[in-house]
């Protein structure tokens, strides 16, 4: 193979990613997810001068536990960009992992983002991934791209629901003939989880503890109807005497810390219902509604929010990468979802 066709099959490597607020995950061309790791990035700063550190999975586990010259930051927030120069050096240290450090790698790149994101917000998203070597950069609705991963038949002239519960946003959308009839972006989602566990925590039991804690209650006992009498043991720092302490946990003292995030969602389901044509909210009778993203894998999610609305709830098959395989099926399928794509 001649240094043409090393390029040209290098070139033709085409991306698509998830950039989302908690992970990034990318897809390259005919290969499937290649890669799925914390959108977290390590900064040291050396004399006034800022160098990456490291990116993704080490640059997690260094989260609140940096010394003075080190910050591990998150350079997404709301699922759009809080750090435009972070962002960037993300997004060019996935690229080359992806192409194995390859120095011809210039790829065609589709990203998701949130149907609630501005044209300010969506460019400077585009702009992130040509500065990091993309070629040509394009953008697909995040609620789109779930519905496409998990298979709904959005183009079809029936109506399909998706709420997909990433982790700076949940994205609610009702879709019919490829298009969205109506959609919003609730900036409620597993971060505030997250949150909301931690305040929790703080008033019930002055215990303080870290987002990294919170996180691993949420997935270990986290829930939105209490089922079990199952405890769980939290370590973390007493308010009163500022020393070590360790307490247990009940799943209704999770549902008691998620209930105000539930009640939320579930109301902006509620609106979506109500703002549905009735053709269409006569289809989502039988086809419900299908969860997405992390925050689908809450335990009983799919029960609360049947027991609220009335309809049939399904969590998707892989709800964390549906997303991601999504976008990747629409950069394969370009023609066939050409009207759902767009550039700024």
């Not at 500022?242 to 810390?257: L, R």
């Not at 399904?314 to 950069?331: I, Q, W, Y």
Request: proline share 4%; aromatic share 4%; net charge negative.
């Amino acid at each position: 193979m001649g240094i043409f066709d090393k390029v040209k099959k290098i070139w033709s490597q085409d991306m698509a990613i998830d950039l989302g607020t908690a992970n990034t995950l990318v897809v390259l061309k005919g290969k499937g997810v290649v890669l799925n790791e914390p959108s977290v990035v390590a900064i040291v700063d050396q004399g006034g001068k800022k160098n990456v550190l490291a990116v993704g999975d080490e640059a997690k586990t260094m989260l609140g536990r940096t010394p003075g010259n080190i910050s591990a930051i998150r350079p997404l927030r709301d699922g759009v960009i809080a750090d435009f120069i972070v962002t960037e050096e993300m997004i060019k240290h996935f690229i080359k992992k992806v192409h194995k450090g390859s120095t011809f790698a210039n790829p065609r790149i589709l990203i998701c983002v949130p149907t609630g994101s501005t044209p300010v917000e969506r460019k400077a998203i585009q702009d992130s991934a040509l500065a990091a070597g993309a070629r040509r950069v394009q953008l697909i609705e995040e609620p789109i791209a779930a519905a496409i991963g998990a298979g709904l038949p959005i183009s079809e002239a029936t109506g399909s629901m998706i709420v997909d519960i990433g982790g700076g946003t949940s994205e609610i959308a009702v879709m019919s003939l490829g298009g969205l009839v109506y959609s919003k972006s609730l900036r409620v989602a597993g971060d505030a989880m997250d949150t909301a566990i931690v305040n929790f925590m703080r008033k019930e039991y002055n215990l303080l503890i870290g987002d990294s804690t919170a996180e691993k209650i949420k997935k270990e006992m986290g829930t939105a109807l209490p089922s079990g009498k199952n405890t769980y043991p939290v370590k973390g720092r007493d308010l009163r005497s500022g020393t070590p302490k360790e307490v247990n946990i009940t799943e209704e003292d999770t549902s008691e810390a998620l209930n105000d995030i539930m009640r939320e969602m579930i109301s902006a389901i509620k609106q979506a219902l109500e703002n549905t044509p009735p053709e269409l909210s006569a289809d989502l009778v039988d086809m419900g509604l299908t969860l997405t993203g992390g925050g689908a894998l809450l335990k009983n999610i799919d029960k609360r929010f049947s027991k609220e609305t009335g309809l049939p709830v399904h969590v998707a098959d892989d709800p964390l990468s549906c997303v991601a395989v999504g976008t990747g099926k629409a950069l394969d399928q370009e023609e066939t979802f050409s009207t759902m794509l767009s550039e700024y």
